[in-house]
């Protein structure tokens, strides 16, 4: 099991650029989701997938887009970057979202804007 | 909002001594994880505890729902124990949305 996989681990952007941040899981969990995490701070939710077809905004979605290809993989959309998205970028999945539910992270998306 | 604080910010430990962390919570909880984040980066989950008290070893973690509050306790420290501990709550109970405290950065010296 490789978990929760995340591509690419680096990446630099110029201002207005574009780019998609990949995730998949191999677990067979339902839910997915998109967090951030700025220096010196606690990560927050951008999108989240509760089940294959479905998604929705979390706490900081402005700027953002996403997919959710099948219910492997859920992807994350910067249209035109801007220097407030340079963060650190992870994704989690977890079986269904319910209480009892923990959450898988994969290794993080480092990404700086310019 | 609800509002996760965390403290001490940061701790510096000893190798061998124990510690103790604070997670307060503003409103009722439906799931409350405690995550450690290592120098490299990854998150891993260490107690799912929406209330009552789990061990794990050298850890263990105790939540007073009532109280709105949650400790993990780190015995006998590690060096491999520095990071940063996270506390994240969920309170739509259905969705795993989940809110993180902004975290304890704990150093432990040889």
């Known amino acids: 099991n490789a978990g929760v996989t995340q591509t690419p681990k680096f990446q630099v952007l110029k201002t207005g650029q574009s780019m998609t941040l990949q995730c998949a899981q191999d677990?067979?969990?339902?839910?997915m989701y998109w967090y951030r995490q700025d220096p010196g701070m606690g990560l927050r939710l951008i999108y989240y997938?509760?089940?294959?077809?479905?998604?929705d905004k979390g706490e900081v979605p402005n700027g953002y887009n996403v997919s959710r290809l099948n219910k492997r993989e859920f992807s994350l959309r910067l249209e035109s970057a801007a220097p407030s998205q340079t963060s650190v970028y992870f994704c989690?999945?977890?079986?269904?979202?319910?209480?009892?539910?923990?959450?898988?992270f994969g290794p993080g998306t480092r990404l700086t804007v310019l | 909002g609800i509002q996760v604080e965390q403290s001490p910010p940061d701790l510096i430990l000893q190798e061998g001594a124990n510690s103790t962390l604070r997670c307060n919570f503003s409103?009722?909880?439906?799931?409350l994880q405690w995550f450690h984040q290592n120098p490299w980066g990854q998150l891993i989950n260490l107690f799912y505890?929406?209330?009552g008290t789990k061990q794990n070893g050298r850890l263990s973690a105790t939540t007073v729902a009532t109280e709105r509050y949650s400790l993990l306790y780190i015995s006998s420290s590690q060096t491999t124990d520095s990071g940063v501990y996270f506390c994240?709550?969920?309170?739509?109970?259905?969705?795993?949305?989940?809110?993180f405290g902004q975290g304890t950065t704990l150093q432990v010296k040889p």
């Open positions: 989690a999945s977890t079986l269904a979202g319910g209480i009892t539910d923990t959450q898988y």
């Open positions: 677990m067979n969990h339902n839910s």
């Open positions: 997938s509760a089940s294959e077809g479905t998604t």
């Open positions: 409103d009722s909880v439906n799931n």
């Open positions: 505890i929406p209330s």
């Open positions: 994240a709550v969920d309170i739509s109970g259905n969705t795993g949305k989940l809110i």
